[in-house]
């Protein structure tokens, strides 16, 4: 009878043992979020206590961007990332890193004329920050709240399904109520410079017809094309790209392409691709539309101009 009690208490703890060691060597997966005045959201995901794990599953977002999508190590190395299911992200561990911080921009923003809504889902404890001078209206769940001067941070233990609304700086008027004196002073001088007001503007748009006419029979080959510059800024802007830039462009223009196509057709990663479409679409020279959750990729005319000035030149 002994015996068996002996036993029973041996496998108790065996079992007790197993489960602690299990615990401490899990790895610890948390989240942060930088929420935007534009309903965008800029995670992080930080994985650490690996052990010779080379395949890691981690929760993100539905709305992610997939080629926002970058994974590295504690070195900045950085690993193979792919997305495997809608809210489920792959990363291949080749390092056999014991740290890994996933980084991602994600669209799970509804935008009122109020007030932005945000869902979010971590695998695991978050921290929100809001935007700066942000107000706060609701958040579901059990959070610590966190203020400074400026900005709100909320705090989760746990993973979930976490519903925030928030009203940006942006999204609010000039609230100052100006004093009755005031609003009577402001009124005077409205009424004593509204002629001159008048004409004033009349005199700027008579001006602006004038030049805008002259440039056009100066220059009949240019032509309103969306944002179009001028022929002398094509050099300009060709000082601001490099080869790199040139390939992206070359690529576009021989056949449709989405950003993960681009990327398997240069052979880069899709962050390094994202990041060059980021540029060229800043400077004007292509055009991304999304459609069905991917986005195809359109040289602008201008785009063109900078191909044929990069062909020109040895």
Do not use: C
Request: hydrophobic share 40%; net charge neutral; charged share 20%.
């Amino acid at each position: 009878m002994k015996a068996k009690t002996y036993l029973l208490i041996s496998i108790s703890i065996l079992l007790l043992v197993g489960v602690i060691y299990a615990e401490a060597t899990a790895p610890k997966v948390s989240y942060s979020y930088k929420l935007s005045s534009e309903g965008y959201i800029y995670a992080a995901i930080f994985i650490d206590n690996l052990e010779d794990q080379y395949i890691i599953y981690v929760k993100v977002e539905e709305s992610i961007v997939e080629e926002s999508l970058v994974a590295i190590n504690e070195f900045n190395d950085l690993l193979p990332a792919e997305l495997v299911d809608s809210n489920l992200i792959l990363i291949y561990n080749v390092y056999n890193s014991r740290k890994v911080i996933v980084s991602y921009v994600a669209r799970a923003a509804n935008i009122s004329g109020t007030h932005i809504d945000v869902v979010i889902t971590p695998g695991g404890p978050s921290k929100i920050l809001l935007p700066r001078s942000s107000a706060l209206l609701y958040f579901n769940g059990s959070a610590g709240i966190s203020f400074t001067d400026t900005t709100i941070t909320l705090t989760y233990d746990d993973g979930g399904t976490y519903l925030i609304s928030y009203i940006p700086l942006t999204f609010v008027s000039n609230l100052t109520t100006p004093t009755t004196n005031k609003i009577a002073e402001q009124t005077y001088w409205l009424q004593l410079l509204t002629p001159y007001l008048l004409g004033a503007s009349l005199i700027s748009l008579g001006l602006a017809y004038y030049i805008l006419r002259h440039y056009r029979t100066a220059h009949p080959k240019v032509r309103e094309e969306g944002v179009e510059l001028p022929e002398y800024d094509v050099e300009t802007l060709r000082s601001e790209v490099d080869e790199r830039d040139i390939e992206v462009l070359k690529a576009i223009v021989a056949k449709e392409l989405t950003i993960s196509g681009l990327a398997r057709e240069l052979r880069l990663s899709k962050s390094v691709v994202w990041r060059r479409i980021r540029k060229l679409s800043h400077l004007k020279l292509i055009t991304t539309t999304d459609v069905n959750g991917k986005t195809y990729i359109k040289v602008t005319s201008l785009g063109m101009k900078v191909l044929e000035e990069a062909s020109r030149k040895p």
